[in-house]
């Protein structure tokens, strides 16, 4: 290509297209090189300066549904993750099913009594070695990034927490030592510099979509394969609502209790197709 086609990102700021990113995000979703190339090639030559990020990725996910849902489901995820909202609970449900899958027993929106006072944490993460106390920074808009702010106050939650003595209450792992604590923010956005700078000298962990490079939030999905109910395609966005508002936040419900569609009044030929979509999803690996 030519000429130079720039895109706006979600925060407004403009970069070059560059279509092996696209190739890239197709290829992690799952596309065989011949779905890459056809998708890639038509989205390639629509391209117009100016053109937004959201706008590409809604071309992209129309041709790959169109071709491969369970691919589409995939390519998604990101969306699929915003669509846990609004109000950010379904977030920390579905943030304490990405940390069972890893061998953590979890409690979302504990009470937790520091030295000071009292703390309601989104997500508590435990096993023999660890415990990890999450901050869940939901938001809805994908410009919005966690900033220095949120990493001071959630830094000093974590140290009254660990001055309340939550290492010493009968949490030993099984060498008889306390377990260590770790404080953790995770967002479906993205940190502030400032925020990254201040973390990375106190102790803090920060989880995004794309930070760290590796081991980000992304990655926790890819590597479990724990993908949220909002990424089935064959789902209506009101039965997405109905079943985030009855707890269920993973595809992998859908495909082990087909009671959940029948609670929706959904026709045995819809069932059977949303059940196909979430099997495929879970038990296809990722590339």
Request: with cysteine; hydrophobic share 35%; net charge neutral.
């Amino acid at each position: 290509m030519s000429e130079r086609i720039l895109i706006t990102k979600a925060d407004g700021d403009q970069e070059s297209f560059d279509e092996n990113k696209l190739r890239e995000s197709l290829r992690r979703a799952g596309a065989d090189e011949v779905t890459v190339d056809t998708v890639a090639g038509k989205i390639r030559n629509e391209l117009v300066s100016g053109i937004t990020t959201k706008e590409i990725y809604k071309h992209a996910f129309f041709l790959l549904r169109k071709y491969k849902r369970p691919v589409a489901a995939r390519y998604s995820l990101k969306r699929a993750i915003m669509d846990l909202g609004p109000s950010g609970f379904p977030f920390e449900d579905f943030l304490a099913e990405v940390f069972k899958q890893q061998g953590f027993k979890t409690k979302v929106g504990t009470i937790v009594q520091g030295f000071c006072v009292e703390h309601e944490v989104d997500v508590i993460a435990e096993n023999e070695n660890k415990i990890i106390i999450v901050e869940a920074k939901f938001h809805n808009d994908l410009s919005i990034k966690s900033d220095l702010k949120v990493a001071l106050y959630v830094k000093a939650r974590v140290d009254d927490i660990k001055r309340g003595g939550i290492e010493s209450k009968g949490n030993e792992n099984h060498s008889g030592l306390a377990k260590a604590v770790e404080g953790w923010i995770i967002t479906n956005t993205r940190f502030t510099e400032n925020a990254i700078k201040y973390a990375s000298c106190n102790d803090l962990k920060l989880l995004s979509w794309d930070y760290p490079s590796k081991g980000n939030l992304y990655d926790f999905i890819h590597d479990f394969s724990v993908h949220p109910v909002t990424s089935l395609t064959t789902l209506t966005k009101q039965e997405k609502t109905q079943l985030l508002d009855k707890g269920v936040v993973l595809c992998d419900s859908i495909k082990n209790d087909r009671n959940l569609l029948n609670s929706l009044g959904v026709s045995p030929l819809r069932a059977e197709k949303i059940h196909q979509e979430a099997t495929l999803i879970c038990t296809q690996p990722f590339v």
